[in-house]
């Protein structure tokens, strides 16, 4: 199982918005050159964040890209699923049914109680950490999240 990229660099263009410019905006060459993307792509990513609630964007000599909310508001749940979407969605078994319109498993499936599992446990962490939590050091990220992982066994 992986992330997708799409994923990865949208949070850490989100963080670096967050870390870098509380109050005044980033710009995307500035994203860029910061993160390592492409232009192209810190667009793309950007557009998607702004398009989630997550940052607004102004025009201008001063403009650029900033948080459309304090960073303790904004939950890593909520950004990871505008990104790239949930490991494990309802739809699931009907987007993965094979050449059948129903999937041979529907009534019985140990594959599907897996994957809810597996977003069970994800979202334990993420609905719970926020973008606030996101800036500190790996060390206290880490503090932060170890609890959370601690509750789901």
């Not at 060459?29 to 993307?37: D, H, K, N, V």
């Not at 650029?64 to 990104?83: F, N, R």
């Amino acid at each position: 199982m992986k992330f997708s990229a799409q994923e990865e660099y949208g949070l850490r263009c989100l963080l670096r918005i967050a870390k870098e410019s509380p109050d005044d905006g980033l710009t995307i060459p500035e994203i860029s050159a910061a993160e390592g993307l492409t232009q192209a792509n810190v667009a793309k990513l950007l557009r998607i964040l702004r398009m989630g609630g997550f940052i607004d964007s102004s025009r201008g000599q001063t403009g650029g890209y900033k948080l459309a909310k304090k960073p303790e508001e904004i939950l890593i749940a909520p950004v990871l699923s505008a990104l790239g979407g949930r490991l494990f969605e309802s739809s699931f078994c009907f987007d993965h049914s094979g050449v059948d319109s129903i999937c041979t498993h529907s009534i019985d499936c140990s594959v599907r109680s897996l994957w809810r599992a597996v977003q069970n446990a994800v979202d334990a962490v993420t609905m719970k950490l926020t973008l606030r939590d996101m800036m500190n050091s790996e060390e206290q990220v880490q503090s932060v999240v170890t609890p959370l992982v601690e509750t789901i066994n």
